[in-house]
């Protein structure tokens, strides 16, 4: 089991900045793949930033030089830099963590998912 839990959410005027943060309960080295997903109202969530072991990471075309995903090893968090923000950014944040267990059945994957916060981007 892990448990996320974000903050930093807020109002904030276009082009200003804000940063998510997601506090994990386990070491982030047991977590393959830690991302940042966003909910508008009436629309599907949808990925926003992922970081996977080793690294790499992978951002939705939408905030690509925008948006930055970084971890911290030593505090078990992950972030979420979100610069230039548009409007149409506007949505709940949620801080996803998915965990891989090998078997003898096969792999298993488990995603857990933080409360989510409120970024609201006023024009």
């Known amino acids: 089991q892990v448990q996320l839990a974000e903050s930093g959410g807020g109002l904030v005027q276009a082009g200003g900045s804000l940063r998510l943060s997601c506090a994990a309960s386990?070491?982030?080295?047991?977590?393959?793949?830690m991302g940042w997903y966003r909910q508008a109202p009436g629309k599907q969530r949808e990925l926003v930033a992922a970081?996977?072991?080793?690294?790499?990471?992978n951002y939705a075309d939408s905030v690509k030089g925008r948006f930055a995903i970084s971890t911290d090893n030593a505090k078990n968090m992950f972030y979420l830099q979100m610069n230039s923000l548009k409007p149409e950014d506007t949505a709940v944040y949620y801080c996803?963590?998915?965990?891989?267990?090998?078997?003898?059945?096969?792999?298993?994957?488990?995603?857990?998912w933080g409360q989510g916060t409120q970024v609201t981007v006023s024009s």
């Open positions: 970081i996977r072991s080793g690294g790499i990471t």
């Open positions: 996803n963590a998915m965990t891989v267990v090998l078997t003898t059945a096969g792999r298993l994957e488990y995603d857990y």
């Open positions: 386990t070491s982030i080295f047991r977590i393959n793949r």
